[in-house]
């Protein structure tokens, strides 16, 4: 059982940065893989950045390689989002995600991930 909680989300000027933050908790033996989701309203959840931590691979959608970092915390057990150089199609709920299986690499698959936070909002204007 996981359990996974996001916060660090808010209203920014474009070309600001945030940074979101992913607490999990329970066990986690099985979730090595985990991923950050976004969707905004009338669009499908898309896969944003994914990081696996027991190989150090990570993944970056295309609309925000250059300028999101996924990382984690191993000893906080704590995922990040950096989040740089925003634009205002990067406003959207944002989700972290993780595996609900032992996997070797990172997760492209929005089916492998069976544990998910809550969601938080992130505002870019103009």
């Known amino acids: 059982q996981v359990r996974l909680v996001e916060s660090g989300g808010g209203l920014v000027q474009a070309g600001g940065s945030l940074r979101l933050s992913c607490a999990a908790s329970?066990?986690?033996?099985?979730?090595?893989?985990m991923g950050w989701f976004r969707q905004a309203p009338g669009n499908e959840r898309e896969l944003v950045a994914a990081?696996?931590?027991?190989?150090?691979?990570?993944y970056y959608a295309a609309s925000v390689k250059g300028r999101f970092t996924i990382s984690r915390d191993n000893i906080k057990n704590t995922m990040y989002l950096q989040m740089n150089r925003l634009k205002p199609e990067d406003t959207a709920v944002y989700y972290c995600?993780?595996?609900?299986?032992?996997?070797?690499?990172?997760?492209?698959?929005?089916?492998?991930?069976?544990?998910w936070g809550q969601g938080t909002q992130v505002t870019v204007s103009s």
């Open positions: 995600a993780a595996g609900r299986a032992q996997y070797t690499g990172v997760l492209v698959t929005t089916g492998d991930y069976g544990y």
């Open positions: 329970g066990r986690t033996f099985s979730s090595t893989a």
């Open positions: 990081f696996n931590w027991s190989g150090g691979s990570t």
